[in-house]
């Protein structure tokens, strides 16, 4: 007669369940963040490839017209997240790729600058809660010592959102002239559609909770309730779970802000003028490049990056997040994006912002990690918001003060400086929050 382990079985329950949500659910939220990310930063392919100049935009227009989107976006952030927690990821994530993906529709037949900014802010608030309500729904399905594994893998879709992203955007720009419109005009509605189709399959494929969940067997939804619960417990009873005040005044939330402010400032700078820069390579160089070959050599920084952000949040899941999985990334990452441009050849200047993309792209996934150590509940709905609305200031920022300090000094140089600054001051930041968050909970 064989005796059945309790601790053995109890792993095999584990596995299989982590396994299922790795399969079945984070594929399609990261499906809905390639799609976020595309529409978002769409207007980082059309700008150059005509956009600018039928619209009669300035560097600084254009940085303006990208960042207006974080206005909206952030007035909405954490009233979204508490409306997600009160109604369910299913039926708010649904509603909200709908609204969005109709207002970038609305994107194919912009005809001034002045609609250009009404339909970027409106964007914002279509999509205000969407990144966090993601980050939030993940970090409620596992218990915190899979949390860094399984954001990684939803962390991907952004980078692959360029490596994919691009040469489709591209190809659509290349379509030109088709059914009367510009290139540009004819991306913005390709990569619309999507939005919508996916918001309606969202409404009926995305389960809120392990209970509403058909293809988890009975033993795997009672274990991760029972892990999940146990961690709640853990975190109320330090004050700061289901307390959204508390939250919001929590010392470690405000910190972890100003980290996350660097590090999107970093990314956005590289999301919005990378084809920018790309373009500028025939003045800088003598080189020439179709429309397709620069939404190739746009996608060239991201595959690293995605390859990057894997095997580094692997080796965070190994040994547990420690602050030097945030920390050396950014330094590299502050280090890197100055020294770009410094570079005497179009396959020098790549290499380097890859190293940069890289680094940015490894940060983040282990960075999210890190909110759901200490909050839970409606506190972690709106402390994550919180943390994704400060953190997004920088969305507006660094477009709009790259393009109006470029348009100042005619330089492209010294935005790039200010870019590097602020990564390293997240950096340093990084280095310092060891002795305030809380290790990952130990195993039961």
């Known amino acids: 007669m064989h005796t059945i382990n309790p601790a053995a079985q109890a792993d095999r329950v584990e596995q299989s369940a982590i396994s299922k ?28 490839n005509g956009m600018t100049e039928d619209l009669g935009l300035t ?83 596992v218990p915190s010592r899979h949390r860094a594994k399984i954001l990684a893998l939803f962390y991907l879709a952004q980078p692959l959102t360029t490596v994919i992203g691009a040469p489709i955007a591209s190809a659509l720009i290349q379509a030109h002239g088709a059914f009367g419109l510009e290139g540009w005009r004819i991306m913005f509605f390709g990569v619309s559609v999507p939005a919508i189709i996916v918001g309606i399959v969202t409404w009926f494929y995305l389960p809120d909770r392990p209970n509403d969940a058909k293809w988890l067997s009975q033993d795997e939804k009672d274990w991760l309730n029972g892990e999940l619960a146990k961690e709640d417990k853990v975190k109320a009873g330090g004050g700061h779970g289901r307390m959204t005040g508390a939250a919001l005044k929590d010392g470690r939330v405000w910190l972890l802000s100003a980290i996350y402010f660097g590090l999107i400032y970093g990314l956005y700078a590289l999301a919005f003028f990378l084809p920018t ?50 920390g050396i990334p950014a330094l590299v990452g502050a280090l890197s ?7 005497n050849s179009p396959e020098a200047t790549i290499a380097v912002i890859t190293i940069t993309a890289c680094s940015i792209f490894s940060a983040l996934p282990n960075f999210w990690s890190i909110p759901g150590r200490f909050l839970s509940g409606a506190g972690a709905a709106a402390g994550i918001a919180l943390i994704n609305t400060i953190g997004n200031l920088a969305g507006f920022a660094a ?40 290790e990952p909970l130990p195993t039961a």
């Not at 997600?84 to 709908?98: D, N, P, S, T, Y």
């Not at 003060?401 to 200010?418: H, K, N, Q, S, W």
Request: charged content about 15%.
């Open 59 to 141: 560097a600084a227009q254009f940085g303006f017209a990208a960042g207006i989107f974080f206005f909206g976006y952030i007035v909405l952030e954490i009233p979204s997240n508490l409306a997600l927690h009160k109604f369910g990821a299913r039926k708010w994530l649904a509603r909200i790729m709908v609204s969005w993906g109709i207002v970038s529709l609305l994107f194919t037949w912009v005809s001034s600058s002045t609609e250009l900014y009404i339909l970027r802010f409106l964007l914002g608030i279509a999509e205000a809660g969407f990144f966090p309500g993601a980050i939030l729904f993940l970090s409620t399905w």
């Open 277 to 326: 820069i790309i373009g500028g390579f025939e003045e800088k160089f003598g080189t020439k490049f179709d429309v397709f070959d620069k939404g190739l050599i746009t996608a060239v920084p991201y595959l690293p990056a995605a390859i990057a952000l894997y095997f580094w949040s692997r080796d965070a899941s190994k040994r547990g997040v420690r602050v030097w999985h945030i």
């Open 337 to 343: 994006i100055p020294l770009a441009l410094s570079m």
């Open 399 to 438: 477009p709009y003060i790259t393009g109006a300090v470029r348009d100042a000094t005619g330089l492209f140089e010294l935005p790039m400086y200010i870019v590097g600054g602020l990564m390293f001051v997240s950096a340093i930041l990084a280095f310092s929050i060891g002795g305030k968050i809380k």
């Open 21 to 48: 949500i790795s399969w079945r659910l984070v594929p399609f939220i990261a499906l809905m963040f390639f799609i976020n990310f595309l529409d978002r930063t769409a207007i980082s392919f059309a700008g150059p």
